[in-house]
């Protein structure tokens, strides 16, 4: 048995309130530079819905992920490299801006400079891409809180694939919020799909990658990944992709996503597993296997084998820590809530969800029942506004069973949790109707309900013998300057340099957090203005000082 570690996420979707907090901030440090204006690493749909990009769950049409050949082994749908290799100069199985949308800003000059006039100027888009005027018909949140609508929902993959008796009843259906990055996959199909070789999974902690230097702009990964979360930057001519804020996790900090996040929805943990059993889980014949299968690819790391193992792998002793107290761990087995997304793409996704559970003491409340008795509860759960058999398309292949017990635990913990809350004595009967116990809730609903900061994130910081493999390459293409045949055409406004990743001193901004204490408006030159800083050259306090030992 080999062990490797990692990093993995888990939101809970009856928390999130769709605010777009997290795609504001991963924009703003991430993608706010020419090329990538229409790139989201982060960005939350809502359910029922199209996506983003436009239907990128229908595979029929995007060939995303794998699936088994004759011999029942794994082969990307895409095609393998005799296909790729046909096919390399012309990769049609890819979304156009139109699937994205063409980002845009507005003509603001005009506001200031037309001339005095009757009617009140107008401001005008203009193509981000083009610097022409354009027409706005679509954004990456364009179905924003229009789930079910007949012009939108009809389009939802996933809506398709359910009965239609479910479609006829689904006008009455609520709607939910399902924030998305890169999965990480344990079997990335983007990795399995670039021909230089320029995606990879850092064996570290898992982190799924691209090197800037290797990347030739194929955009082979693009098709590959089934989530549709690698971009083409058409500036740089290079693809770009979630980094699940790697800089911060090394020095033992959150994403920022998870960071700025209102509903504090996100867990992150460490997870071990065998990565010599990745390929025989995906393979599994049956997709609605393919949950239990993933599951048994991780390994517990209370167990005293897995514990040697680990050892004898080289994973260090406070990272073995970090996976017993990883709440990614206790989420997904000790109180069995996470789900992963769309499984039978067997890329064994790393960003699991806890399905919403909310409205259905609502819909009891209103019909005079009480919305938090567990009989109620329990008896609701078939009848659900939003369709079993959807939730059960998005995160279990279809297999209704799984998601229907996860709502039973959730619905446990609320009716369990209330009589606590009204001064009654704990009922552990309704912890046992949903296999579990009275204490298992209990510390389910502190991890879900009022957990703080260092629960949440249990995050093992990077270790100095692991630097020459996390270290970040600071040289590029030497055609990349601005307008040379590096920079894939004539647009964007940046001068095409790279932008440093390590835009902030990630161990001061770790002691800051830590620290109780207000900042020192003494020490302002030492820092960075993330938000202000649009990515060129090397901005104030981005590097500490050289102190000066001759005083």
Same mark, same amino acid.
């Given at each position: 048995?080999?062990?490797?570690?990692?990093?993995?996420?888990?939101?809970?979707?009856?928390?999130?309130?769709?605010?777009?907090?997290?795609?504001?901030?991963?924009?703003?440090?991430?993608?706010?530079?020419?090329?990538?204006?229409?790139?989201?690493?982060?960005?939350?749909?809502?359910?029922?819905?199209?996506?983003?990009?436009?239907?990128?769950?229908d595979?029929?049409?995007?060939?995303?992920?794998?699936?088994?050949?004759?011999?029942?082994?794994?082969?990307?749908?895409?095609?393998?490299?005799?296909? !790729?290799?046909?096919?390399?100069?012309?990769?049609?199985?890819?979304?156009?801006?139109?699937?994205?949308?063409?980002?845009?800003?507005?003509?603001?000059?005009?506001?200031?400079?037309?001339?005095?006039?009757?009617?009140?100027?107008?401001?005008?888009?203009?193509?981000?891409?083009?610097?022409?005027?354009?027409?706005?018909?679509?954004?990456?949140?364009?179905?924003?809180?229009?789930?079910?609508?007949?012009?939108?929902?009809?389009?939802?993959?996933?809506?398709?694939?359910?009965?239609?008796?479910?479609?006829?009843?689904?006008?009455?259906?609520?709607?939910?919020?399902?924030? +998305?990055?890169?999965?990480?996959?344990?079997?990335?199909s983007?990795?399995?799909?670039?021909?230089?070789?320029?995606?990879?999974?850092?064996?570290?902690?898992?982190?799924?990658?691209?090197?800037?230097?290797?990347?030739?702009?194929?955009?082979?990964?693009?098709?590959?990944c089934?989530y549709?979360?690698?971009?083409?930057?058409?500036?740089?001519?290079?693809?770009?992709?979630?980094?699940?804020?790697?800089?911060?996790v090394?020095?033992g900090?959150?994403?920022?996503?998870?960071?700025?996040?209102?509903?504090?929805?996100?867990?992150?943990?460490?997870?071990?597993?065998?990565?010599?059993?990745?390929?025989?889980?995906a393979?599994?014949?049956?997709?609605?296997?393919?949950?239990?299968?993933?599951?048994?690819?991780?390994?517990?790391?209370?167990?005293p084998?897995?514990?040697?193992?680990?050892?004898a792998?080289?994973?260090?002793?406070?990272?073995?820590?970090?996976?017993?107290?990883?709440?990614?761990?206790?989420?997904?087995?000790?109180?069995?809530?996470?789900?992963?997304?769309?499984?039978?793409?067997?890329?064994?996704?790393?960003?699991?969800?806890?399905?919403?559970?909310?409205? #259905?003491?609502? #819909?009891?409340?209103?019909?005079?029942?009480?919305?938090?008795?567990?009989?109620?509860?329990?008896?609701?759960?078939?009848?659900?506004?939003?369709p079993?058999?959807?939730?059960?398309?998005?995160?279990?292949?279809?297999?209704?069973?799984?998601?229907?017990?996860?709502?039973?635990?959730?619905?446990?913990?609320?009716?369990?949790?209330?009589?606590?809350?009204?001064?009654?004595?704990?009922?552990?009967?309704?912890?046992?109707?949903?296999g579990?116990?009275?204490?298992?809730?209990?510390?389910?609903?502190?991890?879900?309900?009022?957990?703080?900061?260092?629960? +949440?994130?249990?995050?093992?910081?990077?270790?100095?013998?692991?630097?020459?493999?996390?270290?970040?390459?600071?040289?590029?293409?030497?055609?990349?300057?601005?307008?040379?045949?590096?920079?894939?055409g004539?647009?964007?406004?940046a001068?095409?340099?790279?932008?440093?990743v390590?835009?902030?001193?990630?161990?001061?901004?770790?002691?800051?957090?830590?620290?109780?204490?207000?900042?020192?408006?003494?020490?302002?030159?030492? +820092?960075?203005?993330?938000?202000?800083?649009?990515?060129k050259?090397?901005?104030?306090?981005?590097?500490?000082?050289? !102190?000066?030992?001759?005083?």
């Amino acid at each position: 048995m080999r062990v490797m570690a990692q990093l993995a996420m888990v939101m809970n979707l009856d928390k999130c309130i769709g605010c777009h907090t997290c795609s504001v901030t991963c924009k703003q440090a991430w993608t706010n530079r020419a090329g990538t204006e229409y790139v989201w690493f982060n960005n939350v749909e809502t359910r029922p819905g199209q996506g983003y990009p436009r239907t990128y769950q229908d595979q029929d049409r995007w060939k995303g992920g794998w699936d088994l050949n004759r011999r029942g082994r794994l082969r990307l749908r895409a095609g393998g490299r005799l296909h !790729k290799l046909l096919t390399i100069f012309a990769n049609p199985l890819m979304p156009s801006v139109q699937d994205y949308y063409e980002p845009w800003t507005y003509d603001y000059d005009r506001l200031f400079s037309a001339p005095a006039s009757e009617q009140t100027p107008v401001a005008r888009p203009r193509s981000l891409i083009s610097g022409e005027p354009t027409k706005i018909t679509w954004s990456a949140n364009w179905d924003d809180n229009l789930a079910g609508g007949p012009e939108l929902a009809p389009a939802d993959p996933v809506l398709k694939r359910v009965s239609d008796q479910v479609k006829l009843e689904f006008e009455q259906a609520f709607m939910f919020y399902l924030p +998305r990055i890169c999965e990480h996959c344990l079997n990335p199909s983007c990795v399995a799909s670039c021909p230089s070789g320029a995606m990879y999974k850092r064996s570290e902690d898992g982190i799924v990658l691209v090197d800037q230097d290797r990347c030739r702009g194929w955009r082979m990964c693009v098709t590959g990944c089934p989530y549709k979360k690698v971009y083409f930057n058409h500036r740089t001519g290079k693809a770009e992709k979630c980094t699940f804020c790697y800089p911060r996790v090394e020095v033992g900090i959150p994403t920022v996503c998870s960071e700025t996040c209102v509903g504090r929805l996100r867990y992150i943990g460490l997870i071990l597993y065998d990565p010599d059993r990745v390929a025989e889980a995906a393979s599994v014949p049956d997709e609605k296997a393919l949950y239990e299968a993933q599951k048994s690819v991780l390994l517990d790391p209370h167990e005293p084998d897995v514990i040697a193992a680990a050892r004898a792998s080289g994973i260090p002793e406070d990272w073995l820590d970090a996976a017993r107290r990883s709440p990614i761990h206790k989420l997904i087995f000790e109180y069995g809530v996470a789900l992963p997304l769309h499984p039978e793409y067997r890329t064994m996704p790393m960003v699991w969800y806890i399905p919403p559970l909310s409205p #259905v003491v609502d #819909v009891l409340t209103e019909s005079g029942h009480d919305g938090e008795d567990a009989g109620n509860l329990f008896g609701a759960i078939d009848a659900l506004r939003i369709p079993i058999g959807y939730l059960a398309e998005l995160f279990t292949a279809g297999d209704p069973e799984p998601v229907r017990a996860v709502l039973r635990r959730l619905a446990a913990m609320r009716s369990y949790m209330r009589r606590i809350n009204l001064g009654k004595d704990p009922d552990e009967s309704i912890a046992t109707s949903a296999g579990m116990t009275g204490a298992q809730v209990e510390e389910m609903y502190r991890l879900l309900a009022i957990a703080p900061y260092a629960e +949440r994130y249990v995050i093992p910081k990077a270790h100095a013998e692991q630097g020459a493999h996390l270290e970040e390459l600071a040289t590029g293409c030497s055609l990349d300057y601005d307008g040379g045949p590096g920079m894939g055409g004539p647009f964007g406004e940046a001068s095409g340099t790279l932008a440093p990743v390590a835009v902030e001193n990630f161990h001061a901004l770790k002691d800051r957090q830590e620290s109780g204490a207000l900042a020192d408006p003494a020490d302002r030159a030492g +820092r960075v203005n993330l938000l202000n800083w649009d990515g060129k050259g090397l901005p104030q306090g981005l590097f500490p000082k050289r !102190k000066d030992n001759s005083s």
